[in-house]
């Protein structure tokens, strides 16, 4: 979704999950198969590897 060493901040969780849904969606058009919907598991797992700090 970004560069490598570019940092992407979303104002809150809607906007973080209208981001990662877009990014299926148009991932899915490429491919040309029908998107995965973001679901509260998919959201619960990136919202706790993102508060991983290494």
Known sequence: MA???DVI???NEEAMRAAVQ???NES???D???PQVLGESH???I???LSVRG
Do not use: D, G, I, M
């Open 22 to 24: 877009n990014q299926e």
């Open 32 to 34: 040309e198969v029908k």
């Open 3 to 5: 560069p490598k060493k």
């Open 9 to 11: 901040v979303w104002r």
């Open 47 to 49: 919202a706790r590897l």
């Open 28 to 30: 899915a058009a490429e």
């Open 43 to 45: 959201v619960a797992a």
